[in-house]
Structure formats: C-alpha cells, structure tokens
C-alpha cells in the first residue's frame, strides 16, 4: 500500500509560481514512476509531467519550458515547480504513484490561477 499526500495548491496571478508536493508512505520503495495529473471542470484528466525511478522526466507540450518535475528520494516525495501560470492551468492537481499496470492516486490540490 502506498499512501500519496498532495500539498502546495492555491491561488495566484497570472506570471505566478507555486510548488507543488507530494510525499509518499508506504511500500514506496515499489514505485515504479510518478506522475502529476491535473483535471478542470468540464475537462478530461491528464498527464502534466512524470519522473520515473531513474529520473527521466517528460512534461506535456503546454507546460514545457514552465513545469520542472523532480524528486527528492530522503524525504519520499515529488515535486512539481510551476512558473509563468497561466489562466488556463488552473485545475486540480493529483499525484500518482505507478506499480506495475496500477498504481495509487493521491487527493488532489487545487490550483487557481486567476487575477
């Protein structure tokens, strides 16, 4: 079992940053890979950025450049370091720990990004 707890969301300006994190408990040590998803209204889910257990990163195209993935293996948790927002990243953030074919999700956070 794998207990994923997300923290660091809410609200800022357009051109803001936050930092997003997720710790891990648990049978951390069966990750495989992490990823952040985001969701908003009226919207499917999707991947923002993953970071596998060797540290190969990926983001999608709309974050590039903005969104740094990374890890901090001590602590057992994954961060997400978003600059430049914009309107449109506004969501709820999850966390996902991968094993195998399955995984585990966390709660979510919100971001806003509204002025």
């Known amino acids: 079992q794998v207990r994923l707890v997300e923290s660091g969301g809410g609200l800022v300006q357009p051109g803001g940053s936050l930092r997003l994190s997720c710790a891990a408990s648990?049978?951390?040590?069966?990750?495989?890979?992490m990823v952040w998803y985001r969701q908003a209204p009226g919207k499917e889910r999707e991947s923002v950025a993953s970071?596998?257990?060797?540290?190969?990163?990926d983001y999608h195209d709309s974050v590039k450049g903005r969104f740094t993935i990374s890890r901090d293996n001590a602590k057992n948790t994954v961060y997400l370091q978003m600059n430049s927002l914009k309107v449109e990243d506004t969501a709820v953030y999850l966390c996902?720990?991968?094993?195998?074919?399955?995984?585990?999700w966390g709660q979510g956070t919100q971001v806003t990004v509204s002025s």
């Open positions: 970071i596998t257990s060797g540290g190969v990163t």
């Open positions: 648990g049978t951390v040590f069966s990750i495989h890979y």
């Open positions: 996902h720990a991968g094993i195998g074919l399955g995984g585990y």
